[in-house]
Structures are given as structure tokens and as C-alpha cells.
T-cell receptor, first 114, second 113 residues
Framework: AQSVTQPDIHITVSEGASLELRCNYS??????LFWYVQSPGQGLQLLLK????DTLVQGIKGFEAEFKRSQSSFNLRKPSVHWSDAAEYFC????????????WGLGTSLAVNP | NAGVTQTPKFQVLKTGQSMTLQCAQD?????MYWYRQDPGMGLRLIYY???????DKGEVPNGYNVSRLNKREFSLRLESAAPSQTSVYFC????????????FGNGTRLTVT
């Protein structure tokens, strides 16, 4: 079955520390992968996406993600976290055609200690 | 630069009451979506509209109806609200091109008592 797993429900990091949020997927076709961020009381916003080519993709707000086909993973990273990065992060996978078929992870809640 | 606008932001209903959630986008997008977000359940697609005049069921359509009024507006109606419909509802839109990202509104927090 197709699925997206975000193993960490909640993560706490100190401001200035590095961050890695995990995303593992199970998908039968070539995956198109996304990371979205949801700030408190807001809708989701696209951070970055991977379709093909360079497996290391850059996104907004200093985030990057690396696609590893052999590990079925698409982990999100940031070298130095800011307090404003506290939010919910969602990984999603699709077939690149129709957003209605997006499969969503359950999210990882990030807290940032000052 | 409004993007996707949802109204209302908050709503409390009694069981059996009806209401319509409104959504409008100003990005000239063809596709629009309604999701619900529940703790531990993630985002689930309720209904989808590929273009003006068309709508399709998503993962959890029971208890809801939608109307794609025009290219800008996509409304979600609860005819007889139930406590199980207590949730945060998000409207989103996307362009027609493959791989177009979703643009979300800020959500409507609905409580049914």
C-alpha cells in the first residue's frame, strides 16, 4: 500500500542547532515528493519539492531535502534553526499529475527552545 | 495579495444545523480542494474540483456537498452537522500544470456540539 511515514511526532531543538525531519514513503511509481509547513493558525505552505534530477533540493526559509531512492526517504534539513521555524511539517508524495492523489504524512511538530 | 481566502475562521454549530464554508482564490487556478485536518489523522481530501463546473469526491465525502460557483469560488456545505465533523477545514487551490503546488487558506475551525 502507498503510504508516507513521518516517524517523529514531535521534535524539540535549541535555536541555532541543526535539524533533520524524517520522511519515509512507500510508493509504486516514480514518486514526486513535497514538504509543507504549517505555522500555528495558518494554512500549509510549500517548502520544497522533488520531481527529478539533483537529489538535493533547496527550498524556502533555508530548508533543503535529500531524496534517497535506496532508502525510500526524503528527509528535510536545516543547518541552523530559528525560533520562527516552530511549526508543523508535513511530507507528501504523489504521482506528479493530480494533487487529489497526494498521500500525506501525519506531520512532525517542531518546537524551538530559545 | 490575498491568495486563498476562507470564511468564517471559527464556527460553532449544534448537531443537525447546516452551514456553508466559503472559499475564494484570486490566483486564476483551475483546481480547488477541500480538506479536513484532525489530530492523528493528518490531512484528508473531502472534495475536489478540477475546473469550473466539475467536482469529484475525495477520501471522506460523506456528510458534505460542494459547489464550484465559478473559477474563483468553491464552497463546502454541511447539511446536517454531526459531532464527527468537528475539525479544521482547509481550502486549497492549484494551477493546471503538472506538479503545481497547493496553495492553502488559513482554515475554518468548526465545532459541532
Amino acid at each position: 500500500a502507498q503510504s508516507v511515514t513521518q516517524p517523529d511526532i514531535h521534535i524539540t531543538v535549541s535555536e541555532g542547532a541543526s535539524l533533520e525531519l524524517r520522511c519515509n514513503y512507500s510508493y509504486g511509481a516514480t514518486p514526486y515528493l513535497f514538504w509543507y509547513v504549517q505555522s500555528p493558525g495558518q494554512g500549509l505552505q510549500l517548502l520544497l519539492k522533488y520531481f527529478s534530477g539533483d537529489t538535493l533540493v533547496q527550498g524556502i526559509k533555508g530548508f533543503e531535502a535529500e531524496f534517497k531512492r535506496s532508502q525510500s526517504s526524503f528527509n528535510l534539513r536545516k543547518p541552523s534553526v530559528h525560533w520562527s521555524d516552530a511549526a508543523e511539517y508535513f511530507c507528501a508524495v504523489g504521482d506528479g499529475g493530480n494533487n487529489r492523489k497526494l498521500i500525506w504524512g501525519l506531520g512532525t511538530s517542531l518546537a524551538v527552545n530559545p | 495579495n490575498a491568495g486563498v481566502t476562507q470564511t468564517p475562521k471559527f464556527q460553532v454549530l449544534k448537531t443537525g444545523q447546516s452551514m456553508t464554508l466559503q472559499c475564494a482564490q484570486d490566483m486564476n487556478h483551475n483546481s480547488m480542494y477541500w480538506y479536513r485536518q484532525d489530530p492523528g489523522m493528518g490531512l484528508r481530501l473531502i472534495y475536489y474540483s478540477a475546473s469550473e463546473g466539475t467536482t469529484d469526491k475525495g477520501e471522506v465525502p460523506n456528510g458534505y456537498n460542494v459547489s464550484r460557483l465559478n473559477k474563483r469560488e468553491f464552497s463546502l456545505r454541511l447539511e446536517s452537522a454531526a459531532p464527527s465533523q468537528t475539525s479544521v477545514y482547509f481550502c486549497a487551490s492549484s494551477g493546471q500544470l503538472y506538479n503545481s503546488p497547493l496553495h492553502f487558506g488559513n482554515g475554518t475551525r468548526l465545532t459541532v456540539t
